[in-house]
């Protein structure tokens, strides 16, 4: 299957699952939501922050869209009713859980922008509610 998705993407574009899969699963184990949703909520957040690593892809979606991919994907979650934030900001054992688990991650490691303790502290104030966290 990995094979027939990378294979009808162009080669200049496929670059792997990156930071929205790579944190998805330690994520969806501290909120208890199904791996799919997770990767949604986390979707709008990623693409914001790796705009500025790949402005020519970022436009091309853009242009693809028809309009800015972070806010077509924030009404996208509001329309189908999926959530828009995550519980509060983890505890610093769980914090660091899911730094063990996505830093080393294959999929953290396509992503444009290195996912480093930064990036992922970044991710998930822009995910968890009520809390700046980090």
């Given at each position: 299957m990995r094979e027939s998705v990378?294979?009808?993407f162009p080669r200049n574009v496929w670059l792997g699952p990156g930071a929205v899969h790579g944190l998805a699963h330690p994520v969806?184990?501290?909120?208890g939501l199904p791996h799919g949703v997770v990767c949604a909520l986390l979707l709008p957040h990623v693409l914001a922050l790796n705009a500025a690593a790949v402005p020519h892809k970022y436009s091309r979606l853009g242009e693809a869209m028809g309009c800015d991919p972070v806010?077509?994907?924030?009404?996208?979650l509001e329309v189908l009713d999926?959530?828009?934030a995550l519980g509060p900001y983890p505890d610093p054992g769980w914090e660091r859980?899911?730094?063990?688990?996505a830093l080393p991650s294959g999929s953290a490691r396509a992503n444009p922008v290195p996912v480093d303790e930064?990036?992922?502290?970044?991710?998930?104030?822009?995910?968890?509610?009520?809390?700046?966290?980090?």
């Amino acid at each position: 299957m990995r094979e027939s998705v990378k294979l009808s993407f162009p080669r200049n574009v496929w670059l792997g699952p990156g930071a929205v899969h790579g944190l998805a699963h330690p994520v969806g184990l501290l909120y208890g939501l199904p791996h799919g949703v997770v990767c949604a909520l986390l979707l709008p957040h990623v693409l914001a922050l790796n705009a500025a690593a790949v402005p020519h892809k970022y436009s091309r979606l853009g242009e693809a869209m028809g309009c800015d991919p972070v806010q077509k994907v924030r009404e996208l979650l509001e329309v189908l009713d999926l959530p828009t934030a995550l519980g509060p900001y983890p505890d610093p054992g769980w914090e660091r859980r899911i730094m063990d688990d996505a830093l080393p991650s294959g999929s953290a490691r396509a992503n444009p922008v290195p996912v480093d303790e930064t990036y992922v502290r970044e991710v998930l104030r822009g995910v968890c509610s009520g809390c700046a966290g980090g």
